[in-house]
């Protein structure tokens, strides 16, 4: 007899990723795809959420379309060029989300605030505690903590690097589990905490062992 009552779908784990910086290289306001620069290696990983059932969502703040510096359809276009050079390698993203607004806007939208992440979470039907979010800056890593994302693994592509700095001179590393130099170089921990790992690879996964990750350790 199943515990769950029938109205209730099985919610399921996501990878919570952010575009500028994570997937493609941060060139300020990307809105050509004439401009795309993929950062290489990030399809194993997707593909590998892919076929275990984890959801791929990006999560991206595009205050440009609100500055009035591109449009959203501009946006759109881009997306779609990364969408097609990850489906080359077989690798699918299941949903886009951005923040269209300023900072000034005040919206419950836009990361550091966890609003992206929620919507993704009621479409997709997501089990935030179990899901885990790549970013290159702090707000990314504040997002994900807000909507109670399982984990967050900072990438030093895009702002990671000062970031980084940043945040251990601060004494705020307890807001990333880990430090890659990539999301490429995040794709054994991030299949850890995700529970990806091969059957009887005992690996733990989140909301069952919160041991420390395969990776970079933090001072
Ligand atoms: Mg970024
Ligand atoms: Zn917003």
């Keep these: 007899m199943s515990r769950s009552p029938p109205h209730e779908p099985r919610l399921r ?27 290489p ?32 359809e501009a946006c759109a276009r881009v997306n779609r060029a990364i969408a097609e050079a990850l489906g080359r390698s077989g690798a699918t993203v299941d949903g886009w989300y951005l923040c269209p607004h300023r900072p000034d806007e005040g919206c419950a939208c836009r990361k550091p605030r966890p609003g992206l992440l929620r919507t993704a979470a009621a479409d997709l039907g997501i089990d935030l505690p179990r899901s885990v979010m790549v970013g290159d800056k702090v707000s990314d890593l504040e997002a994900a903590e807000a909507a109670g994302v399982g984990a967050s693994v900072l990438v030093r592509t895009g702002h990671g690097r000062q970031e980084e700095q940043r945040l251990v001179a601060a004494g705020r590393t307890g807001l990333f589990r880990v430090c890659h130099d990539s999301l490429a170089d995040a794709e054994r921990t ?7 790992g091969r059957p009887g690879s005992g690996s733990p996964g989140l909301g069952r062992a919160a041991g420390a990750a395969d990776g970079d350790p933090v001072p």
Excluded: S, W
């Design 190 to 196: 991030i299949v850890g905490l995700l529970g990806l």
């Design 13 to 39: 784990p996501a990878l919570f990723l952010d575009r500028d910086g994570v997937l493609n290289e941060e060139v300020g306001h990307l809105h050509d795809p004439r401009d795309l620069k993929m950062i």
């Design 41 to 72: 290696g990030a399809e194993p990983l997707l593909r590998a959420c892919n076929q275990g059932g984890v959801a791929v969502v990006a999560v991206t703040n595009q205050a440009g379309i609100g500055r009035g510096l591109y449009d959203a």
